[in-house]
């Protein structure tokens, strides 16, 4: 089945520790998107490549980076840790950046703990 | 800030009885949105989507509504189940200079009491 894949699914990493948490995808959708969501709280968009292009929301820190070697991979690297960054990360697909009503597909998340 | 937001955190329903879940926007120029539903440990689910040209729209057991005078959307379920326990968040996607962003609510949690 076509679907979005998330690993590990539960990450543990120092402060100030680097950690890389990764996304594939079968679907052959041209964006990915990585939200991170806090307990208890909504999915905030982190960013999205559409295609190669990387497009970073205003408020993002730049703690937080990310890659996508090619359509199907995508990786969110956090450079250092901080107690404010432990959450469920969230990776999703979808087809067309320009179609508003494609539907957003999503992985089973990475839930980040730091100590 | 967001431009959605829901009225209540936490609602318990009865199984078999019929949920309403309620989310207010505040931008009268919005006229698409979405109802995903999270379960525990997951990643978010597309329920079902509204357009502003439509007041209701119905799929299996779920109904969303849309009165866009009030500014507001709910989400009904009918005959709740034990499998309809979730967080459900309203959103509306956005077109960003680069992308397609979603602008989530702040989400009700669905309990169902047996």
């Known amino acids: 089945d076509a679907m979005v894949i998330q690993n590990p699914r539960y990450q543990v990493t120092q402060f100030g520790k680097p950690v890389t948490l990764s996304c594939s995808q079968t679907?052959?959708?041209?964006?990915m998107y990585w939200y991170q969501q806090k307990s208890s709280q909504a999915p905030k968009l982190l960013f999205h490549?559409?295609?190669?292009?990387?497009?970073n929301e205003a408020d993002t820190p730049d703690n937080f980076q990310s890659r996508r070697p090619n359509t199907s991979f995508c990786f969110l690297d956090i450079r250092s840790p901080g107690l404010g960054d432990a959450a469920m990360y969230l990776c999703?697909?979808?087809?067309?950046?320009?179609?508003?009503?494609?539907?957003?597909?999503f992985g089973p998340g990475t839930r980040l703990t730091v100590l | 800030g967001e431009s959605v937001g829901l009225h209540l955190p936490t609602l318990s329903v009865q199984e078999g009885d019929n949920s309403i879940i309620n989310c207010a926007y505040s931008?009268?120029?919005?006229?698409?949105f979405i109802w995903y539903k999270q379960e525990s440990g997951k990643g978010p689910q597309f329920i079902i989507d509204?357009?502003?040209?439509?007041d209701k729209r119905q799929g299996q057991r779920v109904t969303v509504l849309l009165n866009k005078t009030v500014k507001h959307l709910s989400l009904q379920i009918a005959a709740t189940q034990p499998g309809d326990s979730a967080v459900y968040f309203c959103?509306?996607?956005?077109?960003?200079?680069?992308?397609?962003?979603?602008?989530f609510g702040t989400g009700t949690q669905l309990k169902v009491e047996l």
């Open positions: 999703a697909t979808s087809r067309d950046r320009r179609e508003r009503i494609n539907e957003q597909f």
């Open positions: 679907l052959n959708h041209n964006v």
């Open positions: 490549y559409y295609d190669k292009d990387f497009n």
């Open positions: 931008n009268s120029a919005s006229d698409y």
């Open positions: 509204i357009r502003s040209n439509m």
């Open positions: 959103a509306e996607p956005q077109v960003t200079g680069g992308g397609n962003k979603l602008t």
